[in-house]
């Protein structure tokens, strides 16, 4: 089946230092992907479609200054969490979605990156 | 729109006994609808989904699932719970035509005791 991987798994990071966080579909490609976050014991919720060659697109409320999303190519979407701070610390969990054109696509989640920032 | 509600945010059952876990839904357009289970600190698994083909969905490690539109509900059933079921489990719909972000339930957490 179709893996979305996500690096690193786990990162902690001082206040005020950005971090990259990576989604690729390992073996298909995507022209959508979507990043979520997840607070402790809450559901996820959206921040952002990333579109391969285009800007992305912000859910209300989430600071496209602050989170930057790059879609540079088919397999690979990167989350920049730029000057975070420790309100940023979050688990963070990317999506791919298959694109097969007039069917039902399936989407994929990575595993997730946990952010801390002290 | 769409929206999930999960009645009851933690879930307490023995083990062998029947596990339901609660999910309705709210969407303007036909949806599709998954179950997902979360274990600490790890990403999600698909337990199953609904496309609009059969209503009786079976998934993974005995779950099974069924949409019933006039009650817009997609409740997650399991007939005897194993100490391995213990999770966060999430409801989630996801529109058929545009938009295909997926729209989580606030999540249930399944307690299993001995």
Redesign the interface.
């Known amino acids: 089946g179709a893996v979305v991987s996500q690096h690193p798994s786990r990162v902690i990071c001082k206040s005020g230092t950005s971090v990259k966080i990576e989604c690729r579909s390992l073996d298909f490609q995507a022209t959508?992907m979507?990043w979520?976050r997840q607070f402790p014991k809450?559901?996820?919720?959206?921040m952002a479609?990333s579109n391969e060659g285009s800007k992305a697109t912000y859910e209300q409320g989430v600071e496209k200054d602050k989170f930057l999303i790059n879609h540079a190519s088919l397999t690979l979407s990167t989350l920049t969490v730029t000057s975070a701070h420790p309100e940023d610390s979050s688990f963070y969990?990317c999506?791919a979605?298959t694109n097969i054109a007039g069917s039902?696509?399936e989407?994929f989640?990575?595993?997730?990156t946990?952010l801390t920032v002290l | 729109a769409q929206s999930v509600t999960q009645l009851g945010s933690h879930v307490s059952v023995s083990e062998g006994a029947l596990v339901l876990l609660r999910c309705n839904y709210s969407s303007s357009v036909p949806p599709?609808l998954f179950w997902?289970v979360q274990y600490p600190?790890?990403?999600?698994q698909?337990l199953l989904k609904y496309?609009s083909a059969a209503t009786l969905v079976k998934g993974i490690n005995g779950f099974e699932a069924e949409f019933k539109k006039s009650e817009t509900s997609f409740h997650l059933t399991k007939p005897s719970a194993h100490m391995s079921d213990a999770a966060e489990y999430?409801c989630a719909v996801?529109s058929s035509n545009y938009?295909?972000?997926?729209?989580?339930?606030?999540?249930t957490r399944l307690s299993v005791l001995p």
């Open positions: 959508t979507f979520y809450q559901s996820l919720m959206l479609t969990i999506s979605l039902y696509n989407q989640f990575g595993p997730g946990r | 599709y997902y600190n790890q990403g999600l698909l496309t999430f996801r938009g295909q972000n997926f729209v989580f339930g606030p999540g």
